[in-house]
């Protein structure tokens, strides 16, 4: 039985400062309502006057972190998606301020089964970052060698285990 894609239909908000990756985003979301901006200053009027079912957020060249507290408080599912920022401390500081997600942009093409895992979760009330380690846990070791978990290991252990 096939899987159904929980993003169809839904009315996504992409926001990135790099004109080939909105493209790509665009792409890889077909299924979507896509809404893109390529500014803080765009994305935070359309946040403020429209209804995103998601945000999907660079950090860097948009003020992504200022975006995410706004997403939050409008109540649209933020996703950090980054390359530059890539790190073990940008993924704990974007749980830590209620991101769904922080994927990096290597991973892109697999965005939809990222995105489809986050609403799933939602559907069974459970942490959005609940497949996260699974799908991966593997990249970040290979990225950032086997310890990268250590400084924010009470994070980590919470996800991983779901305590």
Known sequence: MEKR???DGKKVLIVDDEPDVLESLEELLSDCKVTSADNFEAAKALLESERFDIAILDIMGVNGYELLEIANARGVIPVMLTAHALTPEDAARSFRSGAASYL?????LNLETFLNDILEAKEKGKSFWWRWFERLG???DRKFGPNWKEADKDIWDMIKYGA
């Open 138 to 140: 593997d990249y970040y």
């Open 104 to 108: 990096p942009k290597e991973e892109m």
């Open 5 to 7: 894609n929980l993003l």
